[in-house]
Each structure stands twice: as C-alpha cells, then as structure tokens.
C-alpha cells in the first residue's frame, strides 16, 4: 500500500477493531458511514481468511445494534420510533411512512433494509413493537448484514488495485483532498441546517390547543377528526372516536361531504405534530381554511383521557 498515513490503521487486528465499530455506532444511528471503510478494508485484504474475518466483525456489530434497537421497540414500543424520526431533517411522516415499508416487505424489508439509508436504523424497533418474532428478526437481520457487508468487502478486495491507485493519491495530496473535504462537508451541513430552519418554521402555524378541542367536541359543530397513524399504530394504542384514519396520501379523500368551512382537526403521532401539520397545510391550500393541527397529537389526546 502506498498511502502511509493510512497503512497503521489497516494492519490486520486494528483493521476487525475498525470495521467492527464503524459498523455498530452507524447501526446505532450515528452519522459514520460504514460502507467506505469496509470497501476500503476489503482492497487491503490479504485473502479469504482476512475477508470472513471482517465479514464476522461487520455481522456481528450489525446484529448486536439491531438487537439494542430491536429490544428497545419491544419494551417501548413506538416511542423509540418517534425518538429516532426526531433526528431526521423532517419527520412529518417518517413513523408511518417506516411502518408502511415494514408491513409490505415483511421479513425481506430487514434483509434489504440495510441499503437503504436511514431504513437500517428504524427497522428493528419497529420489528420489536410489531411483535416480529425473535428468531425471525435474528434470521432476517443476519443475513441482510451478511449480503450487505460482503457486497462492500468483495467490491472493495476486487479492485485492490485501483483503490491503491487512489490511496497514493491521496497521500500525496493530502492536505488539498483535507480542505476539498472540509468545504464538502460544510455544505451538506449547510443544506441540512437551511432544511430544518424550513421545518422549523412550518411548525410555527397555528395549531388547536387541547383544551380547546375538546369543547369543540361538546359544541354543536365538532370537528372532522383527521387521525394520521396508520392502522397497526392506532391498534396498538387505541382509537380515536369518531376520527376518519387515513394516510397522507388521502387526506383530501377523507373529507367527502364535508364543507369547506367546517372545523377539521388533523392529529398524527409523530414529533413536532410534523405530518398533522403538513396534512393542516394541505387542507388549507385546498380551501379547509379551518383546517388545524392538535397541539401535542395523540399523546396529548391520550394523556386528556386519563382521569
């Protein structure tokens, strides 16, 4: 290898170490991508023995971060869900939208879900609240690392030779690819940050207070109860009464015969009531001028029932 600033961290027992925990702190949700630093630990392998033995690290952190997470759904259910879809740039659908994808691939969606960016991370605690028995999700989570860290290792030991090329590259420019990289990752956090800022301000529009909503259901024109969490969750944690459950994708659908100017209440079960807001907003550019989010959404609905 001609990169020297490089070559101490792949020897052999540092480089399972390296693999080992890149691969669990991205499982667990952090911002390391993974995937390069397999590739690149594939083209210094020296041959099938040094390939499973990184296969085997990258597995096994995989499977025991899924584990953490899977658990963690099981026991707390859909809140880990929210907690996790509160990093997320805009989580106005990300708890139904990962449910959604879950339910229709079943088993597979853990098997290929480790392609999918950010999917990797949210699926195991939605495994656990649905129940997913623990010897299907180790299956399934096992063999979707396994295809996914061998794709990467293969890639990367069958072009040793290229990868080389460009790992001396590197190393003779240093310090231009260090602020090449520098200037990168300030506009991905630039982009990311003026994305949130638009999120942020979004949230700001008017909502319905609880207390508010509920003389509205004693009055003599109660709401169109809009309840945006999708079956499974609404069974889990119980129904709204009266509310129409829908998806984002049929708001509009949901409101036949209703007028325009009739009170419309949207709740979902996500952070920053985001999807009743981007629902509300919906509503209103489609003339539901009284169409408003529930401050709290279900949680708050739910904590008004308790004596």
Request: aromatic share 10%; with cysteine.
């Amino acid at each position: 290898m001609n990169s020297t600033w490089i070559a101490p961290l792949l020897e052999h027992d540092n480089t399972n170490l390296l693999v080992f925990f890149n691969v669990f702190l991205q499982q667990l949700g952090v911002p390391v991508p993974s995937v390069p630093t397999m590739v690149l630990a594939g083209s210094q392998s020296s041959g099938l023995t040094a390939l499973v033995s990184l296969l085997m690290a990258a597995v096994l952190a995989s499977l025991l971060a899924d584990w953490i997470w899977y658990q963690a759904g099981r026991r707390f259910g859909y809140r880990v869900l929210s907690l996790l879809c509160k990093m997320s740039i805009n989580p106005s659908s990300c708890v139904n939208q990962t449910e959604a994808r879950f339910t229709k691939w079943g088993v597979w969606s853990l098997v290929f879900g480790k392609f999918i960016p950010g999917f990797s991370t949210v699926a195991p605690p939605v495994a656990g609240a649905l129940g997913m028995p623990r010897s299907s999700f180790f299956m399934a989570s096992a063999v979707g690392a396994a295809l996914w860290a061998s794709l990467a290792l293969l890639a990367g030991y069958a072009f040793q030779s290229q990868i080389d090329v460009v790992l001396g590259w590197m190393n003779a420019h240093g310090i231009h690819l260090a602020l090449i990289a520098v200037a990168l990752v300030s506009a991905v956090i630039g982009w990311k940050y003026w994305q949130k800022s638009r999120f942020e301000r979004l949230v700001e529009m008017q909502h319905i207070e609880m207390d508010e909503f509920m003389q509205a259901l004693a009055g003599p024109r109660p709401p169109h109860i809009i309840d945006l969490r999708s079956p499974s969750l609404a069974a889990e944690t119980g129904r709204i009464p009266n509310a129409h459950l829908t998806d984002y994708d049929a708001v509009a659908h949901s409101l036949s015969g209703v007028e325009k100017d009739y009170p419309i209440v949207t709740i979902c079960a996500c952070p920053q009531d985001a999807g009743a807001i981007h629902a509300a907003q919906s509503l209103q550019k489609l003339g539901y001028h009284n169409a408003y989010p529930l401050r709290g959404g279900f949680d708050a609905w739910k904590a008004a029932q308790q004596p």
